[in-house]
């Protein structure tokens, strides 16, 4: 079972990108779905999270310009970046809670990272 992420790249300010992050493996279902990130010499902070039945939230500095979405028939969680701002460079992970086999009990919830994507926007 793992995350894979993929989208990022560099940009310039004011461009856009969407990253993609896609779980696969032994899965029964899947909980939340969100996007993290990490800039040089700060903490992981949550960028969008995304419920299984679609409800969504957003870190204050990202509302208006990124949108979380899923699709669950994939499992796979987007995120769509516009109006990117040399503020947004940072490594981008994805993290989602997934509902997988446990030989004992049946099934367990676990959370999981993907390997984490660099966005670099220039100015």
């Known amino acids: 079972v793992q995350l894979q992420a993929s989208g990022g790249g560099l940009v310039q300010a004011g461009g856009s990108l969407r990253l993609s992050c896609a779980a696969s493996g032994n899965i029964f279902s899947i909980n939340d779905m969100g996007w993290y990130r990490q800039a040089p010499g700060k903490q992981r902070d949550l960028v969008a999270a995304?419920?299984?039945?679609?409800?969504?939230n957003y870190a204050d500095s990202v509302k208006g310009r990124f949108t979380i979405s899923r699709d669950n028939a994939k499992n796979t969680v987007y995120l769509q970046m516009n109006a990117l701002e040399p503020e947004d460079t940072a490594v981008y992970y994805c993290?989602?809670?997934?509902?997988?086999?446990?030989?004992?009990?049946?099934?367990?919830?676990?959370?999981?990272w993907g390997q984490g994507t660099q966005v670099t926007v220039s100015s």
């Open positions: 993290n989602a809670g997934l509902n997988i086999p446990h030989p004992l009990v049946g099934g367990r919830t676990r959370t999981y």
């Open positions: 995304i419920t299984s039945g679609g409800s969504a």
